[in-house]
């Protein structure tokens, strides 16, 4: 079971640079996230989605972008990397059969910007 | 606005004792509250999600108490085990579309 699929798991940018972190999930989840983790905190959530077509911003969605034109598919992007966007990327999911649905996490997207 | 504090930021104890881990939060009115395990590397696994209209959830040598009045939760771990090492997260959903708030996590280590 491939669950939430997050690519790359590492990525090395120069400031300044643009990327796109992959999300994708094949529990056919409506809720999608993603959050970042910087060490020692907890995770603050960037962007939502409740369904394809809809995205919503979190606590801290400056300098990031996001689109959901499929149910599987929830790409994060930066367009401008600064070194404040170093941090640890998780996408999740969840069911939309009622918000008690636990979230499944994905591995992780690792990203330093020098 | 909501905040999520777990106290302590670590903790260190000897196989086999009993724990509890704490979780506590500002805004009574949660949806629900969630407790997660962080394995080094990895992204979070979910461990007990508790309803606002539940006081507790229990799996294996987990059991998670919930009393919002007084703001806090607790995850018990049972007869902890050098696996158990890794960090616990707890998180609330304050309603049924909102986001999840999370709180810093507690570093356990298990001493063999």
């Known amino acids: 079971n491939a669950g939430v699929t997050q690519t790359p798991k590492f990525r090395i940018l120069k400031i300044g640079q643009s990327m796109t972190l992959q999300c994708t999930q094949d529990m056919n989840h409506n809720y999608m996230y993603w959050y970042r983790q910087d060490p020692g905190m907890g995770l603050k959530l960037i962007y939502y989605?409740?369904?394809?077509?809809?995205?919503d911003k979190g606590e801290v969605p400056n300098g990031y972008n996001v689109s959901r034109s499929t149910t599987e598919d929830f790409p994060l992007r930066l367009e401008l990397a600064a070194p404040s966007q170093t941090s640890v990327y998780f996408c999740?999911?969840?069911?939309?059969?009622?918000?008690?649905?636990?979230?499944?996490f994905g591995d992780g997207t690792r990203l330093s910007i020098l | 606005k909501q905040e999520v504090t777990q106290i302590p930021a670590a903790l260190s104890v000897p196989e086999g004792e009993n724990l509890v881990l704490n979780c506590s939060f500002t805004?009574?009115?949660?949806?629900?509250l969630q407790w997660f395990r962080q394995d080094p590397g990895k992204g979070l696994t979910s461990l007990l999600l508790?309803?606002?209209?539940?006081r507790e959830q229990t799996s294996g040598r987990l059991n998670a108490s919930l009393d919002k009045s007084s703001g806090r939760s607790t995850l018990y771990i049972a007869a902890s085990q050098p696996g158990d090492s890794a960090t616990y997260l707890c998180a609330v959903r304050m309603n049924r579309d909102d986001k999840i708030i999370f709180g810093k996590g507690t570093r356990l280590h298990i001493l063999p």
């Open positions: 999740a999911s969840s069911s939309a059969e009622g918000p008690n649905q636990p979230q499944h």
């Open positions: 989605s409740v369904g394809a077509g809809i995205t």
């Open positions: 508790i309803q606002s209209s539940q």
């Open positions: 805004d009574s009115a949660i949806y629900n």
